[in-house]
């Protein structure tokens, strides 16, 4: 393993040291001040690759297209080619019927400035639960199956949990780990939940050559959404794998909010982003890092040394953006 392994055994008081601790005053400067705002930086001159990351973006109206349409041209204006899109769950809301694929996916967007594989995780409206389609556990077989039949499509989704890395497994820069935080009846069943528990712990436990090791889910752990706020189960779940790893960054979508958060005893970062289509949530005001109640997404950018993080509206402004180390420093550069 290389220097990624350094956060391993942090104790209590060394992660707190490294932790970026926001007040509610900087919380509101930063975003609701309209003097503030900054076009998203789209020159870097380091070496490295570009993500993108989206969630709840399934609604295949208005807002999902505003979203889809500056990601593409943000996509444009890089100096070098995306990598990958995260796609954070909640990727069809209500019936999904075949043509939605290419409908809300493959025409959405932009297949000449989108040009790369979306790596996608499944949601809990992605199991078609009463309250969205009553279609159940076919609805995530659907999307499965339409990765799996049409492999030339950008659409990815080898398996509800899995792990890529990134840009390539011979050189890679990011480990990712995609989860299924789907608990609930009706979504995973008693089975895939053991199997993913016993998966995951395996997973950690592998050697990569990634300096940098990431976790997906749909659900956050922390949050500043007002109706929801942290999540115990979550932290249940998963809480005791940060903590015990050299996982940098868990990011996640559900709260209709863009979110970074800097938790004290975690040595990772927080980030959620679920504002790529579905009706915005209301958050409170953070003393520990920024929440916003706007649409947009994350724009990833890594070397090995750091990665650079902006959270960017439909008008290509720059909301926030941090910074990250190897050494687990966080630099807020908004």
């Not at 399934?58 to 349409?69: D, L």
């Not at 069809?92 to 995780?121: G, I, T, V, W």
Request: charged share 20%.
């Amino acid at each position: 393993m290389k220097s990624s392994q350094n956060n391993i055994g942090l104790t209590r008081r060394e992660a707190i040291k490294r932790t970026v601790v926001f007040s509610s005053g900087l919380f509101l400067a930063d975003w609701l001040n309209p003097l503030q705002a900054k076009p998203a930086v789209t020159e870097f001159g380091d070496k490295g690759i570009h993500l993108l990351a989206m969630g709840d973006f399934g609604s295949g109206n208005a807002n999902q297209t505003a979203v889809a349409n500056q990601m593409a041209a943000f996509a444009k204006k890089l100096n070098t080619p995306l990598t990958a899109v995260l796609a954070l769950g909640d990727n069809f809301y209500k019936k999904l019927e075949a043509d939605r694929f290419d409908r809300h996916f493959e025409q959405m967007y932009s297949k000449e400035d989108l040009n790369c594989p979306f790596y996608a995780c499944l949601g809990n409206h992605d199991y078609g639960p009463k309250y969205d389609s009553g279609q159940g556990r076919p609805k995530a077989q659907m999307q499965l199956d339409y990765a799996k039949n049409n492999p030339s499509s950008r659409w990815k989704m080898p398996a509800k949990w899995y792990a890529i890395e990134l840009p390539n497994a011979e050189n890679p820069l990011v480990k990712i780990i995609f989860l299924d935080g789907n608990m609930v009846e009706g979504a995973l069943t008693p089975q895939e939940k053991l199997e993913q528990k016993r998966w995951l712990e395996a997973e950690l436990k592998k050697e990569t050559r990634a300096p940098w090791r990431w976790m997906i889910s749909h659900f956050p752990m922390y949050s500043e959404c007002k109706a929801r706020g942290d999540s115990a189960r979550v932290a249940q779940l998963w809480g005791s794998h940060l903590q015990a790893n050299p996982i940098s960054l868990y990011l996640s979508g559900h709260d209709h909010t863009l979110q970074h958060l800097e938790v004290e005893g975690y040595h990772n970062s927080f980030v959620v982003c679920g504002t790529g289509g579905g009706s915005l949530y209301e958050v409170k005001p953070s003393t520990r890092g920024y929440a916003a109640k706007i649409y947009g997404f994350n724009h990833f950018h890594i070397t090995p040394e750091r990665f650079e993080v902006q959270l960017v509206d439909t008008k290509g402004t720059r909301l926030h953006a941090f910074r990250r180390t190897l050494a687990g420093k966080v630099e807020v550069t908004t």
